[in-house]
């Protein structure tokens, strides 16, 4: 992470030379400490400030592969949350031999006094959610009634759930919604949930492991792989992220100095 926070941070500063990064490890927490010149303080809050505990775990962005973006890095798609353990609820139960589903939101409470739910999207726009004639919540498929924005989040109605003591039973619940109706995309344009589970290899060969989940920094996304060595974390910049190819199931990387384990 150290050599990661120090490599953004470098394409972020107009006087890199000035970049210094220290790590203090405890017996509970690492602390990381960046410096940088004070003409940059400014950039770096700006870029970094808004992002610095993790961006919202996001579904829809995409990533590119090989188009340059403004800044050091390529724009992202967003990171997956895990499912978490959730325990059947009753609900408008449709036929469940469906392709994977992604998780687009989370439900946060039950909503006024007409069973609306309150969701904490997971996506950068609310399309996913209105584009979707029904979603999955609890192991249960639920038709989809209406859908609108509320300071953030997404307020959504759905068939059967008519009132709030409904609602609240699905309280802390994912949103899932089938992979294979998220937006089109170009060709070399990929969500993270397409990315996950990615065998990572460099150039060279060597293997690294298997993507585990991306996320968002204010410079550019980055790629956690877990691997035999431990944890890898790589920016999705041109410079590193060689070839992606969905159909072998490959990520090809070319790692910058410092940033992965070798033998």
Avoid: C
Avoid at 2 to 29: C, G, H, M, R, S
Avoid at 240 to 258: K, Q, Y
């Amino acid at each position: 992470m150290k050599e990661l926070v120090e490599y953004i941070a470098k394409a972020l500063v107009d006087n890199p030379d000035d970049v210094a990064v220290t790590e203090l490890e405890t017996e509970v927490t690492s602390v990381i400490a960046l410096k940088v010149a004070k003409s940059d303080l400014g950039k770096v809050i700006r870029e970094t400030g808004a992002h610095g505990q993790g961006s919202p775990h996001h579904t829809q962005r995409r990533l590119s592969e090989g188009k340059k973006e403004s800044g050091s890095g390529n724009r992202g798609i967003a990171i997956l949350t895990k499912p978490a353990k959730e325990k059947p609820q009753v609900g408008t139960v449709h036929d469940m031999s469906s392709p994977r589903r992604v998780v687009i939101g989370k439900v946060i409470k039950a909503f006024g006094i007409k069973g609306e739910l309150r969701v904490r999207p997971y996506t950068e726009s609310l399309e996913p959610f209105q584009s979707s004639m029904s979603l999955e919540i609890g192991g249960s498929i639920f038709e989809v009634v209406h859908v609108r924005p509320h300071k953030g989040d997404v307020l959504l109605a759905l068939a059967g759930v008519e009132d709030p003591e409904t609602a609240k039973t699905l309280s802390g619940l994912l949103v899932r919604k089938d992979a294979d109706s998220f937006p089109g995309k170009e060709d070399d344009e990929y969500y993270w949930f397409e990315l996950e589970g990615l065998r990572v290899v460099t150039l060279d060969g060597k293997e690294l492991g298997v993507v585990h989940h991306l996320f968002a920094t204010g410079a550019n996304d980055v790629v956690e792989i877990h691997g035999p060595k431990g944890e890898i974390l790589l920016p999705w910049i041109d410079d590193v992220i060689r070839r992606v190819d969905l159909a072998a199931g490959l990520l090809v990387v070319n790692p910058l100095e410092g940033l992965a384990p070798y033998d």
